[in-house]
């Protein structure tokens, strides 16, 4: 299972803000064709949501936890009955970015202030 330090984890999870679930853990639990299918979406995507049916919250941290050790990803979030996963590709290709980009240096903008008109009433 992957460790993300606190940044990696927030940013990871403002990447994931706009992402549909790509997979559902239905009825019948986590089965091998729910790994699977997690497994092909993460080589994929890199960064997914997965839907978990069911109102048991135990069970979701315990599939949550489960997933993240079988499939050696890393555990982003967990709100709700949503669950996000990371794994990046080991192909150098990577969709995903793990860290903020660092800012650019911006040229100053001009600080000078424009003369207030005096005139009358300050209509033009």
Known sequence: MMELTRDQRLHLRAQAHGLQPVVMIGNNGLTDAVIREIAVNLDAHE?????????DREQR????????SVLGCAAVQHIGKLLVLYRPNHDGKSKVTLNKPKPQNKPAANTAKKKA????????
Do not use: N, P
């Open 47 to 55: 960064l997914i949501k997965v839907r978990v049916l069911g109102d």
């Open 61 to 68: 941290e315990t599939w949550f936890a489960e997933i993240c």
């Open 117 to 124: 008109s005096t005139s009358g009433t300050g209509r033009r």
